[in-house]
């Protein structure tokens, strides 16, 4: 390989699923994930605010934890984090020399190269036993039992978010067939027994239950409770045996992904302070963001219909009937009728534009196309930062939406990150 760290870092346009090369690599590495408490969260939208959620309660509680999340919004460092700071440069630069070489093996045993995130997955997973980390949160990519992250063994508990359509052509034409691909995460060897799962249409929840069971696991659904108050975009919600708890991510939606995580830190045996500190102190850029408080610019990653719907119940929550702007960018595969048609139920003025420098975006000029094919009417910016300047002429609130690979691309000085 050329240039293996320009390949590592490099966009993966074709997720290629299966578990031969990541185990190859691992044992090349002497499977550090042996030496790992992992709680494996798989789903459709909302793992990454879970695990966001998870990992702040557990470092409040005293724990030494990795979290493995993607994509990345700006560096491919956020991805790999120990004790919620993102891998340095130097170390990550040691982690993918010493991958070349195993890469380099697998290659030569599996007939083919690993792809960019068996190598991050397999070098985080290395980096987590090194560093002694007590857990680690650990997020699906994509599916569930062929992910890369699947090559572990065991875990300390399986978590499933709300599971709806997504990735079609990979994981299931229907929500029941994506909800058995993503069971694939249960494991026998699990040190609880226990799914966490948020609440699942009835037919999603029947194959949950029946896959856990195979596994000898027990199934705990999460029914979240109504707000009781707000501070801005941030609720207050009872959970019990916690109390009341104000969740540091913004949105209605977050009190469910919030008691997943309150769920599963119960389980754990963490006590009410450092729970109630976890959720209220978690941070998350990209979902729900306040960019600016005035005019109001927010930047949310929802890039399929149920992560619009979320977006669109807290939009309603917090803007009611404010005319509002939307920018929306996403990538060629995405079916975008029902998402926009969410966006368009309340007075909104559309603009399209392009993300940057990576091969799936579809351009605005098509996104135009395809949503007036869909009955939306908008306009095209060829930039985020042109878009914005759009959107601040026209003064209404912004939302910015549609790819979460579309953050980078944010001017920097509107970027947490």
């Not at 550090?32 to 793992?47: D, S, W």
């Not at 993607?70 to 020399?97: M, Y």
């Not at 997943?260 to 045996?269: E, I, P, R, S, Y």
């Not at 399929?304 to 119940?313: C, E, I, K, S, Y």
């Amino acid at each position: 390989m050329p240039d293996f760290h320009a390949y590592a870092n490099s966009f993966q346009a074709q997720p290629r699923l299966g578990l031969a090369r990541i185990r190859d690599m691992l044992a090349r590495l002497g499977n550090p994930e042996k030496k790992l408490r992992c709680i494996h969260i798989g789903g459709t939208n909302g793992k990454g605010s879970v695990a966001v959620f998870l990992d702040s309660i557990l470092r409040h509680a005293g724990y030494r934890v990795g979290r493995y999340t993607s994509p990345n919004l700006v560096r491919v460092n956020e991805r790999i984090t120990v004790d919620g700071a993102p891998i340095d440069d130097a170390p990550l630069h040691t982690l993918l020399s010493r991958m070349e070489e195993i890469s380099a093996r697998t290659a030569e045993a599996c007939g083919e190269a690993p792809s960019q995130f068996e190598i991050w997955t397999a070098a985080a997973l290395a980096y987590f036993a090194d560093c002694l980390c007590d857990y680690v949160v650990l997020e699906v990519g994509m599916g569930g039992a062929y992910d890369a992250t699947n090559a572990i063994d065991s875990c300390v508990m399986s978590v499933l978010t709300h599971i709806d359509l997504d990735h079609t052509a990979y994981l299931g034409k229907t929500p029941v067939e994506i909800a058995r691909t993503k069971c694939g995460i249960f494991k026998k060897d699990c040190l609880t027994h226990t799914v966490v799962s948020a609440p699942q249409a009835p037919e999603v929840e029947a194959v949950i239950r029946e896959e856990a069971e195979k596994q000898g696991n027990t199934v705990t659904f999460v029914a979240p409770p109504p707000p009781r108050k707000r501070y801005g975009m941030q609720e207050v919600f009872f959970f019990p045996g916690y109390g009341d708890i104000r969740s540091g991510l913004a949105g209605i939606h977050q009190i469910e992904n919030a008691c997943v995580a309150l769920t599963c830190a119960k389980l754990l045996g963490v006590d009410i302070f450092d729970a109630q500190c976890g959720v209220t102190y978690a941070k998350h850029p990209g979902r729900m963001e306040i960019l600016r408080e005035k005019p109001l610019l927010l930047y949310d990653g929802g890039h399929n219909p149920n992560g619009v719907a979320a977006l669109t119940r807290s939009l309603d929550r917090y803007l009611g009937d404010t005319p509002r702007t939307c920018i929306f960018a996403c990538m060629r595969d995405k079916e975008i009728g029902q998402s926009l048609a969410m966006l368009a139920a309340r007075p909104t003025r559309f603009i399209f534009t392009t993300v940057q420098d990576n091969p799936r975006a579809m351009t605005a000029q098509e996104l135009q196309r395809r949503a007036q094919d869909a009955g939306v009417d908008g306009e095209c910016a060829e930039t985020l930062a042109a878009a914005i300047a759009r959107a601040d002429e026209i003064g209404l609130p912004t939302v910015i939406c549609g790819s979460l690979y579309l953050y980078a691309d944010l001017p920097r000085e509107l970027r947490s990150l």
